[in-house]
């Protein structure tokens, strides 16, 4: 049954409505604050000039809820510039607005002022994207249900950032310590909470936010918070002796180029390209102890991608999932991230069962409504894609699918992607048609309805290409179906094909086919089944539907499509038929649907 979940329960405002239109208020400011940060001159300027606007909010922050007690000292040695009046003016506003808020939701505004003051490039390499507070906290429920004992456990976020994870943790830790000592407690809390941070200042925000949520217990004892944050690579960091209870957080993601020794250490769980986020869960799977619990939030790439293979068979080997919450929306849900997002729970080797998949949309700042889709089992193979339907409909559809076994190989296919990388061969596109050109076939030449229309509209295209000596290898001169590369769940249609016409190719003698296509080939002159009836097949909502539950992103991988489950090749005569003799579109999705099970879902 769907539900409600209250990001700030027995925390009432000073008035009703309060913390949404101080959260209104600050977003205007942060508006501002951006615009400020982008009329630096250079990408060091802007970062200096994030910190110390954000310094300047965090100590306004802090004057407004704790006024006898001095700030923590800056952690490291950071350049801060001296700030003009207008932007210290703006500063200070935002800190006594944000002091009006709980602390950790003040803390989490605060660091996504910093995320959008800085430099691009920073912002990039090392992954600065807070957790909204209320997704935090869901994360945190999961893992309780997982086994999470909050009165004993050790825990690690190993990517803190402004702590997103480490505040709610250190106070449900302080909820369940019952009467103990305040000054007993904050030794307890000092050695059961870590965290790593490779950014100084996100380092120092984080160890802010942990003081203002121990305050009342640090007051009590009359002595300051323990230092709980490490700034470090944590990817460098030793495997403790003794493990931790629950390792939590919200790793950073995109893709890494590795040296040779760090490519060693975390070879067992790298296929090609390394994705950081890749990296940070084999760190959690050493970091975390026998029935410990890993709670992170990452993409949804690993669940399909290639390059993530053997990152799911090591999941498989060493943990059971418990539960995955698939984050319904892409934007503005995680400030400038337009990429899926989950939530997973994974007990390191607990005993095998199903998790528990649910589907989360933010239906306001401080409310989640939590759909419960069913329970997903890993695959006997477990490196294939993840095939975990993301709603209640989509569940009710897989049941027969789980059933197939049969590939794109066996109708006799393969997939590769076109081979011209455009902006390689700038040189070589040509405007008009002359001796020699080909035509240059880019992804919009596929409409949304699935025909081929010979198009190059969008900037820097061009209709056609002139090979030079040696270019062969980029002209296609056989039939093939043609699908685009890029698409997002936001569609009517994930995937979007047509065929290439034959009489197109033999009017050209050839043709080049542009990066963001996949092209569907006949391994040989007979396949098992016909193109024309595997392009309608492609191009049905049953299949699509198929796609939704194995796709974690907008990429439309050729692996992806390859691994996709597909109903027996000789069960495909009546469509085959169909297609053949022109039968309606109505009749012909019908078809498909009866052969994926879900004309009964």
Same mark, same amino acid.
């Given at each position: 049954m769907d539900r409600m979940l209250n990001l700030i329960p027995n925390q009432p405002s000073l008035f009703p409505g309060e913390p949404s239109m101080l959260k209104e208020t600050l977003s205007s400011g942060r508006i501002m604050a951006r615009a400020y940060a982008a009329t630096t001159a250079t990408p060091a300027d802007r970062l200096a000039l994030a910190r110390a606007f954000c310094r300047r909010t965090t100590e306004l922050f802090w004057r407004g809820i704790d006024a006898d007690t001095a700030l923590r000292p800056q952690l490291g040695d950071l350049s801060l510039v001296e700030l003009p009046e207008p932007a210290a003016t703006l500063a200070e506003r935002m800190g006594a607005i944000a002091a009006e808020l709980p602390a950790e939701l003040a803390i989490y505004e605060i660091g996504l002022t910093y995320n959008v003051m800085l430099p691009d490039e920073w912002r990039s390499a090392y992954g600065v994207f807070y957790t909204p507070p209320l997704l935090a906290e869901r994360l945190l429920d999961q893992a309780t249900q997982a086994g999470?004992?909050?009165?004993?456990?050790?825990?690690?976020?190993?990517?803190? &950032?402004?702590?997103?994870?480490l505040a709610p943790v250190a106070r449900r830790m302080?909820?369940?310590? &019952?009467?103990?000592?305040?000054?007993?407690? /904050?030794?307890?809390?000092?050695? +059961?909470?870590? #965290?790593?941070?490779?950014?100084?200042?996100?380092?120092?925000?984080?160890?802010?936010?942990?003081?203002?949520?121990?305050?009342?217990?640090?007051?009590?004892?009359?002595?300051?918070?323990?230092? /709980?944050?490490?700034?470090?690579?944590?990817?460098?960091?030793?495997?403790?002796? *003794? #493990?931790?209870?629950?390792?939590?957080?919200?790793?950073?993601?995109?893709?890494?180029?590795?040296?040779?020794?760090?490519?060693?250490?975390?070879?067992?769980?790298?296929?090609?390209?390394?994705?950081?986020?890749?990296?940070?869960?084999?760190?959690?799977?050493?970091h975390a102890r026998p029935n410990g619990i890993v709670a992170y939030v990452t993409p949804t790439s690993f669940l399909a991608g290639g390059y993530f293979k053997n990152l799911r068979s090591l999941l498989a080997a060493e943990t059971t999932p418990t539960s995955i919450d698939f984050v319904t929306e892409r934007k503005g849900v995680f400030e400038g991230v337009l990429? *899926?997002?989950?939530?997973?729970?994974?007990?390191?080797?607990?005993? +095998?069962?199903?998790?528990?998949?649910?589907?989360?949309?933010?239906?306001?700042?401080?409310?989640?409504?939590?759909?419960?889709? #069913?329970?997903?089992?890993v695959p006997a193979d477990s490196s294939t894609p993840w095939i975990i339907p993301r709603s209640r409909l989509q569940a009710a559809r897989m049941t027969h699918v789980h059933t197939m076994t049969h590939r794109l190989r066996d109708y006799g296919y393969t997939?590769?992607? &076109?081979?011209?990388?455009?902006?390689?061969?700038?040189?070589?596109? +040509?405007?008009?048609?002359?001796?020699?050109?080909?035509?240059?076939?880019?992804? *919009?030449?596929?409409?949304?309805?699935?025909?081929?229309?010979?198009?190059?509209?969008?900037?820097?295209?061009?209709?056609?290409?002139?090979?030079?000596? #040696?270019?062969?290898?980029?002209?296609?001169?056989?039939?093939?179906?043609?699908?685009?590369?890029?698409?997002?769940?936001?569609?009517?249609?994930? /995937?979007? %094909?047509?065929?290439?016409?034959?009489?197109?190719?033999?009017?050209?003698?050839?043709?080049?086919?542009?990066?963001?296509?996949?092209?569907?080939?006949?391994?040989?002159?007979?396949?098992?089944?016909?193109?024309?009836?595997?392009? %309608?097949?492609?191009?049905?909502?049953?299949?699509?539907?198929?796609?939704?539950?194995?796709?974690?992103?907008? %990429?439309?991988?050729?692996?992806?499509?390859?691994?996709?489950?597909?109903?027996?090749?000789?069960?495909?005569?009546?469509?085959?038929?169909?297609?053949?003799t022109n039968g309606k579109p109505e009749a012909i999705e019908a078809e498909c649907a009866r052969l994926f099970g879900l004309d009964t879902a």
């Open positions: 999470v004992d909050w009165t004993t456990c050790r825990a690690l976020d190993p990517a803190c &950032g402004g702590g997103a994870f302080v909820e369940a310590a &019952g009467r103990c000592s305040p000054a007993v407690l /904050l030794k307890n809390i000092a050695v +059961r909470l870590r #965290g790593y941070e490779i950014d100084p200042f996100s380092s120092w925000l984080s160890q802010v936010a942990l003081d203002a949520i121990l305050l009342p217990v640090s007051r009590k004892a009359k002595r300051p918070a323990p230092e /709980l944050i490490t700034v470090c690579d944590a990817l460098e960091q030793p495997v403790p002796a *003794e #493990g931790y209870d629950l390792v939590v957080g919200n790793p950073p993601y995109g893709r890494v180029k590795l040296d040779e020794e760090r490519r060693e250490r975390f070879r067992r769980g790298l296929y090609g390209h390394a994705n950081l986020y890749g990296l940070f869960t084999d760190l959690a799977l050493h990429q *899926e997002t989950l939530l997973a729970c994974y007990s390191k080797n607990g005993k +095998r069962k199903s998790a528990t998949v649910h589907a989360l949309t933010p239906v306001a700042a401080d409310k989640l409504q939590i759909e419960t889709v #069913g329970k997903f089992a997939v590769s992607t &076109g081979p011209l990388v455009w902006n390689r061969h700038k040189d070589q596109l +040509r405007a008009a048609p002359g001796k020699g050109h080909l035509p240059l076939i880019w992804a *919009e030449a596929i409409t949304s309805d699935g025909r081929f229309l010979f198009r190059a509209e969008k900037r820097n295209h061009r209709p056609y290409f002139a090979p030079r000596k #040696g270019d062969g290898w980029l002209i296609v001169t056989t039939p093939c179906i043609l699908l685009q590369r890029t698409t997002s769940k936001e569609q009517r249609r994930r /995937l979007i %094909a047509a065929e290439l016409p034959v009489d197109f190719l033999q009017k050209h003698d050839g043709v080049v086919i542009e990066n963001h296509l996949n092209m569907v080939r006949a391994i040989d002159a007979k396949p098992a089944v016909a193109q024309a009836t595997l392009n %309608a097949l492609l191009n049905s909502g049953a299949i699509d539907s198929v796609f939704r539950c194995v796709s974690g992103s907008v %990429a439309v991988s050729a692996y992806e499509l390859e691994a996709l489950p597909l109903p027996a090749p000789g069960a495909l005569k009546k469509l085959d038929k169909l297609v053949r």
